[in-house]
Nanobody
Framework: VQLQASGGGLVQAGGSLRLSCAAS????????MGWFRQAPGKEREFVAA????????AYADSVKGRFTISRDNTRNTVYLQMNNLNPEDTAVYYC????????????????WGQGTLVTVSS
């Protein structure tokens, strides 16, 4: 499975961005999907996850209420809508696919995209 993340950019604090992650080469609808991020000098951290079908989603406490993960299995794409961004959200954002139930542990994921940079200015 190949994952291509896009949608990053520069935004002012309080603004919004929507990230997309397009999958190819596999049966997308059977993968759990997740978003992670890595800020400069920090460890990669979990952001959000969504199961392959159904309403179950999970979020890191730091983004809960501001970010929304969703997926469109007809387009083989997972999205991350990010609202009310703040400078602490600045990071490279990665999407990932899991054969099993997606969660906050990066080891649960089998495939990773290349990342897209989000920069939030104050």
């Amino acid at each position: 499975v190949q994952l291509q993340a896009s949608g990053g950019g520069l935004v002012q604090a309080g603004g919004s961005l929507r990230l997309s992650c397009a999958a190819s080469g596999g049966t997308f609808s059977r993968y759990g999907m997740g978003w992670f991020r890595q800020a400069p000098g920090k460890e990669r951290e979990f952001v959000a996850a969504i199961v392959w079908r159904g309403p179950y989603t999970a979020y890191a406490d730091s983004v809960k209420g501001r970010f929304t993960i969703s997926r469109d299995n007809t387009r083989n794409t997972v999205y991350l809508q990010m609202n009310n961004l703040n400078p602490e959200d600045t990071a490279v954002y990665y999407c990932a696919a899991s054969h099993t139930v997606p969660g906050p542990d990066a080891k649960q994921y089998d495939y990773w995209g290349q990342g897209t940079l989000v920069t939030v200015s104050s």
